[in-house]
């Protein structure tokens, strides 16, 4: 998923992948060897950022090598790597999953909960929530 977190990790993951001839890993090659494909359902990524901050995010991605696969989804992940709707299959041998999770519709109706387009959390009624004074320390 191309949300923050898939964005922030797709670059820390090429950046750390550039540590790695620091340890002794010099066979290691990783603008050969090493591929970061992010993958999004929608249009683009970071959908609940303004589309100009997302569209340079993908220009910097996109410099960094970082394969963008916008308005694509994953139906598969098997041990050949990820399967794409239209049956593209990204070669893989690590797939890191950062896509979002979004609670069953079913659970906004139980008692206690509240549902948003993409949250499940407490329903906090302000008669069961109650303020707490401060305690003030008195001058002696």
Do not use: M
């Amino acid at each position: 998923g191309a949300g923050a977190t898939g964005v922030e990790l797709a670059a820390e993951l090429h950046r750390s992948t550039r540590a790695l001839v620091s340890y002794n890993l010099e066979r290691i090659d990783p603008e050969r060897d090493i591929r970061i494909h992010l993958i999004e359902a929608g249009p683009r990524i970071l959908p609940a950022l303004p589309e100009r901050i997302a569209a340079s995010a993908a220009e910097l991605l996109a410099g960094l090598g970082v394969r963008l696969h916008t308005g694509a989804r994953v139906t598969e992940v098997n041990a050949q790597g990820v399967v794409l709707d239209g049956g593209v299959l990204l070669p893989a041998e690590v797939v890191v999953w950062a896509a979002g999770v979004k609670a069953p519709a079913w659970l906004a109706s139980l008692d206690g909960l509240q549902a948003s387009s993409s949250l499940l959390f407490p329903n906090l009624c302000p008669a069961r929530v109650r303020a707490r004074r401060k305690s003030t320390a008195r001058e002696t």
